[in-house]
């Protein structure tokens, strides 16, 4: 049975949190974060959280996510957007695509191949062990 493993493995690595964008938090992201960090909603929010027209972020500090510090301070409670990252649709589109994610994720198993990687991605994608 292929595993997501097969084709990637987070090395923590932080590029995809660097940078002056942010990840919105739907209401699942929202509780597990909270969990995770095992504060109170409101001490989240207002350390961690940008709200603007009720739109839930997290907070963009010194040019990445507010949780990179040497690695992610919040992994096991990150948003989904995060956690599906770069396993991202566009891979399958174009092989380009896929090239410029690997060049900038080390956790992305380019010796497996482009047409391996797209079979197993797709498979995942199916089964729904994933979603892009």
Known sequence: MDTVEKIF????????CHGETTVSLDKDDQTRMVEVLGEEREVVEKTFWRVT????????????????DDGCKVHKGRPWRCAQWPLHPSILI?????HSIAESCPGIKVEVGYAEFCRVLK???AKSKISC
């Open 123 to 125: 498979g995942l994608m």
């Open 94 to 98: 174009d092989e380009n695509n896929f």
């Open 53 to 68: 027209a009720g739109v839930v972020q997290m907070k963009v500090t010194d040019g990445h996510c507010i949780f990179f």
């Open 9 to 16: 493995s987070c090395t923590r690595c932080g590029y995809c």
